[in-house]
């Protein structure tokens, strides 16, 4: 059997993100486990803090909770949000002209349905800011729920824009400080940690105009929230420009730092600097890239472990299980098993 194309090797999610959306649902006593394999989610992943899921694993799950719990917050808050809101938000937001104009419909369609917390679209000194305050004490659940609201409004943004608007921040509380998350490769800006949680970007973005459609809008919706994960990525990063680089070498010797470089018409000395900068490592843009493939690949019963190492470019098959184990906590074997059980 043929591997999947390597240039649809997509980037996982960690299990710190399926830990936390199943918080209201064992909050709420439902069966977790249930829901996780309904989402093709091996339940004994929750145990390994290294391992990733795909973003179809996530969206299925997103899905599973939205319908067991009747909330498109997935029993984070206190009160469900009715089924069907980010629908009508969406068909707000593609009737207006402007990005303005659809944010401030969105968030003040969305302040009549929450009630733990508010968001608001505030302009000051030339900067935007998309902020979300707690009504309520905050606990991981609602902590949760606001950071996840905060990143889904931004990639509704993106989609009426159809372009990835350029953050100047994210904003995180401080109590977020010590977990490592996806945030800024989702997000691609620097985090602030503080008092709120949201995002900003300059004020005159707000004057894009929306190109999206009722047309447009039903393709949207029978995607989302797949197509909310992580479409519109910054292509003219450095470390996005390396991750396609190295990706069209899957199955084969990866270039080293130095034939990136020299690729790029840039010293690995510049190479190195250029990736400091962006908060990434050519090493860990490797195995990252290498991680996902074999998540990926995984999924496919017809190829055999041998033959993924081979795909990868390892040349013996143990020394791919050390690498997977090293970049997951399993070994590969025993997440083929769980996922495919």
Known sequence: MSPPSSGNTRQTISIGQVQQIVLGARRAGRDCHA??????????????????????????????????????LWGLCRRPLPLGSFEAACRLAVGCRTLEEALRAGLRHYRLL?????????????????????????????????????????????????RRLPLLVVDQPRSEIERVGDAPQLFQAPLHYGLRTGWRFEARWLLLPIVQTPESLAGFLAQAPASLLLKYRDDSSLAERIRRLLRRHLGGPMPSLEDVGAQLAMTPQTLRRRLREEGA??????????????????????????????????????????????????????????RLS
Do not use: N
């Not at 917390?117 to 707690?134: I, W």
């Not at 190492?309 to 083929?336: I, N, V």
């Open 35 to 72: 829901l996780l394999q309904r989402a093709g989610i091996p339940p004994e992943l929750l145990a390994s803090p290294l391992a990733r899921v795909s973003q179809a694993q996530y969206a299925a799950l997103i899905f599973e909770l939205r319908h067991s719990l009747r909330d498109e």
């Open 114 to 162: 929450l009630s733990d917390f508010t968001p608001r679209l505030q302009v000051e000194a030339g900067v935007a800011h998309m902020s979300l305050a707690p009504r309520v004490p905050v606990d991981p659940p609602l902590g949760y729920a606001m950071r996840a609201f905060a990143f889904l409004a931004y990639g509704l943004v993106c989609w009426l824009v159809a």
């Open 281 to 338: 490592g050519f090493r860990a843009i490797r195995d990252d890239l290498l991680r996902d493939a074999a998540i990926d690949y995984l999924t496919h019963p017809g190829l055999t472990l041998p033959e993924i190492a081979g795909q990868l470019g390892f040349s013996e098959a143990s020394t791919f299980h050390r690498a997977f184990k090293s970049w997951t906590g399993l070994a590969p074997g025993a997440y083929r098993q769980e």
